[in-house]
């Protein structure tokens, strides 16, 4: 009975930590990053936000939708995975009818999508690739996505060639494709050792 208490106790801690730091220090350090983050992004050709950009006038949460013209979202996670170890989150959101407006999608663009995925097809899918700010975040993590997203739109084409999408619509690398190994567990032991 005990261990299915662990997750009471887990929350209890989490709560007691922001508690303790204070819930308008925690939302006046979101929306500074916010802030920061929706500039950043701003400044990549190519990149286009969804939602409101000016904080001032219109405030939001530390959650930015966007996609690179002319890649595919799954391609954008991939590469932003696997090259930087930056993790973001891609399709939906479990939020169709919004990204389906906010992306224009048109009744029969969405019969042609619904086709094929009833086909077992998800590659058109549209989507969305998504950052999420944490009270962990810091700016050098947003410029070091900033930075990421200039390289993609720089090498696009070469990055391209190294993916492919299944038929569940996730870019894997093609067969014989070197992807960097820019993560090592023991590389991050060997900094606090």
Not at 81 to 93: E, K, L, P, S, T
Not at 125 to 134: C, F, N, T
Not at 135 to 156: M, N, P, R
Not at 164 to 171: N, Q, R
Request: contains cysteine; negative net charge; charged residues 20%.
């Amino acid at each position: 009975e005990a261990p299915h208490r662990w997750p009471n106790v887990h929350l209890g801690l989490i709560a007691e930590i922001l508690l303790r730091i204070g819930m308008d220090t925690v939302a006046r350090a979101e929306e500074k990053l916010t802030d920061t983050l929706l500039k950043r992004l701003g400044a990549v050709p190519r990149v286009t936000v969804y939602g409101a950009t000016d904080t001032a006038r219109v405030p939001r949460a530390g959650v930015v939708a966007f996609n690179v013209d002319g890649l595919p979202h799954g391609l954008v996670a991939a590469y932003l995975n696997d090259f930087h170890n930056i993790a973001v989150r891609n399709a939906c959101f479990c939020a169709q009818p919004y990204v389906k407006a906010l992306l224009k999608v048109d009744a029969a663009t969405e019969t042609a999508y619904r086709q094929e995925t009833s086909c077992g097809d998800r590659r058109h899918v549209p989507g969305m690739v998504r950052a999420s700010l944490g009270i962990y975040s810091t700016e050098e993590d947003i410029e070091a996505l900033g930075h990421a997203l200039e390289q993609l739109v720089e090498h696009s084409s070469a990055i391209q060639n190294l993916y492919a999408a299944g038929l569940d619509g996730h870019f894997r690398p093609q067969s014989g494709a070197r992807i960097p190994t820019t993560f090592r567990v023991a590389d991050e032991v060997d900094k606090w050792a």
